[in-house]
C-alpha cells in the first residue's frame, strides 16, 4: 500500500492571520499564506528546455523526511528523520548552507508502528518569530527561528491521547491564528485541539467531535461571518468554533484508507476530495439565526485526488486523478476536460501554470487552461533518490524547491 502523505483582515486579534515579517511572496506554510497552493510569483518562465530549469543549487544531509519547506525572508525550514531522531532545520535560500539544525525527538521505537518511517511529513509553520512542527509519531514542537532551541513540545499520542485513521503517522501542518494554535490529535478526549502557541498550553479539545486524524491540514474561514476551522477527517467534514471548540456544522463524508488532500473553502463553499474510490464533494454551509446547516451540492467520482491536493484558480478546481490531470467546474462539479498527464503528484500553481510533480521525480508544466489541457515543458529531477517523491512543489522568489528524501535542489524558474 502506499502512503501518499503529503506531505490548512481578522477584526480581532485573536484570530488574525499569519502576520509580522510575512511578505506577500513568502512560503510560511503547507500550501503557502493562504494554504490555497497558490503563489504569487511573477516573470516565471512560461515553458521549459527539453533538460528543464537550470539548477541552481543542491544540497543533502538533510534526513529522511516527505514535508515540503517552508522559506520566509530568505531562510529555508524544514524537517528530517536521522539516527532515530526527527530534526528541524533552516538554510539560507541562497547556496542551501545550514544556519542550524535540532533535534525535536527521538522517536526510533514509534516509527517501528509506521507505515514508511523515513521521516516527517508535515510542513512547518512559521508564525512571527515561532516555528512550528509536527513529527510523524506526534511530537507537536515549537521553536526559535533565530536559533533552532525548542521553547515547548506537546506529544499527540502520548500527552493527548490523539488517535490516526491508519497506520502512516502524524501529517497535518499545524495551523496559527491569532494566539492560537490548531492541531487534529483526533479521538475520544476531542478531533481537534486549541493550543496557547507561546507556552503550549492546551486551550480546549472539540469533545463533541471526536473523529481519528486523517492526513489533511486544517484550513480557517469565514462562513456567514462565523470564523471557524475547516477540518476534514476520514469520518467527515466540520466546522470548528475556533474559540470555544464548538461543532458548528458537520457533514458525514466517509473516506478510506488514507484523506490526503486539504479542503478548499470559498465563500460558503467547503470542497473536499480523496482517493480510494471515493472522489469529490461540494458542500454549501449556511446559517439561520446562528444554527448552521449543510446542504451537499454533488458528489463525483470523476476527480479522485489521492494526495497533493487540488488547487482552484478562478470557477474551476485543478488536480490529479490517478493518471489523468482533471479541470472540474468548482461549482457545478462538471469535468471541463481530463487529460493523461504523468500521473498523481504534489500540485501548485504559479503565474499561470501548475507544477505538477509525481512520485518518480517527474515534472510537469501544465498551462491554467479551462479549455484544454497544455503542457508546457517536462522534466525528471536530477539525482534521485530510492523512495517516492512525495513532497510538494515550492517556488518562492523565481526558484523552485523540491524536496527528495535526504535532498534539497533549487532551480531557476525566472525569465531572463
Same mark, same amino acid.
Given at each position: 500500500m502506499r502512503l501518499f502523505l503529503l506531505l490548512s483582515a481578522a477584526t480581532a486579534v485573536l484570530f488574525s492571520p499569519l502576520r509580522k515579517s510575512i511578505r506577500a511572496d513568502d512560503w510560511p506554510q503547507w500550501r503557502g499564506p493562504h494554504r490555497d497552493g497558490v503563489a504569487t510569483e511573477k516573470g516565471l518562465l512560461d515553458s521549459w528546455p527539453e533538460a528543464g530549469p537550470p539548477l541552481l543549487w543542491k544540497v543533502s544531509g538533510r534526513g529522511g523526511g516527505y514535508s515540503s519547506p517552508a522559506i520566509v525572508k530568505g531562510t529555508i525550514y524544514g524537517t528530517g528523520y536521522r539516527k532515530g531522531e526527527e530534526v528541524v532545520w533552516a538554510l539560507s535560500a541562497s547556496d542551501g548552507s545550514e544556519i542550524w539544525n535540532s533535534p525535536t525527538a527521538d522517536v526510533a521505537a514509534a516509527y517501528s508502528d509506521i507505515e514508511y518511517p523515513e521521516g516527517p511529513r508535515a510542513t512547518p509553520t512559521v508564525d512571527g518569530d515561532r516555528l512550528y512542527v509536527l513529527g510523524t509519531a506526534g511530537q507537536l514542537s515549537c521553536l526559535e527561528r533565530a536559533t533552532g532551541k525548542v521553547v515547548w513540545a506537546r506529544n499527540l499520542t502520548s500527552e493527548m491521547g490523539g488517535e490516526v485513521m491508519s497506520d502512516w503517522g502524524y501529517s497535518e501542518a499545524p495551523l496559527v491564528m491569532g494566539d492560537r494554535l490548531f492541531c487534529t490529535p483526533g479521538g475520544a478526549r476531542g478531533a481537534l485541539a486549541a493550543l496557547n502557541k507561546m507556552t503550549g498550553e492546551v486551550l480546549w479539545r472539540s469533545k463533541d467531535f471526536q473523529d481519528p486524524a486523517a492526513y489533511t491540514s486544517l484550513v480557517s474561514a469565514e462562513i456567514s461571518g462565523r470564523k471557524q476551522v475547516v477540518v476534514l477527517t476520514g469520518a467527515s467534514v466540520a466546522g470548528i468554533d475556533p474559540e470555544s471548540g464548538e461543532t458548528l456544522w458537520q457533514v458525514e463524508r466517509k473516506g478510506k484508507i488514507a484523506v490526503v488532500p486539504t479542503p478548499i473553502v470559498q465563500d460558503d463553499l467547503v470542497w473536499v476530495t480523496s482517493g480510494y474510490g471515493v472522489g469529490s464533494h461540494l458542500f454549501k454551509i449556511s446559517e439561520t439565526d446562528g444554527k448552521f446547516a449543510t446542504k451537499q451540492v454533488y458528489a463525483s467520482k470523476k476527480l479522485k485526488n489521492e494526495f497533493g491536493g487540488a488547487v482552484r484558480v478562478g470557477d474551476y478546481v485543478y488536480a490529479s486523478s490517478g493518471v489523468v490531470f482533471v479541470c472540474m467546474d468548482f461549482k457545478t462539479g462538471e469535468v471541463v476536460w481530463r487529460e493523461r498527464s504523468i500521473g498523481s503528484g504534489g500540485l501548485l500553481y504559479a503565474d499561470g501554470h501548475f507544477y505538477l510533480r509525481n512520485d518518480r521525480g517527474i515534472l510537469?508544466?501544465?498551462?491554467?487552461?479551462?479549455?484544454?489541457?497544455?503542457?508546457?515543458? +517536462?522534466? *525528471? +529531477?536530477?539525482?534521485?533518490? *530510492?523512495?517516492?517523491?512525495?513532497?510538494?512543489?515550492?517556488?518562492?522568489?523565481g526558484k523552485l524547491y523540491l524536496r527528495d528524501q535526504d535532498k534539497l535542489l533549487c532551480y531557476d524558474v525566472r525569465k531572463k
Open positions: 510537469a508544466l501544465i498551462e491554467a487552461n479551462p479549455k484544454a489541457y497544455v503542457e508546457k515543458g +517536462q522534466f *525528471e +529531477q536530477s539525482d534521485r533518490g *530510492e523512495n517516492k517523491t512525495w513532497p510538494t512543489p515550492v517556488i518562492v522568489d
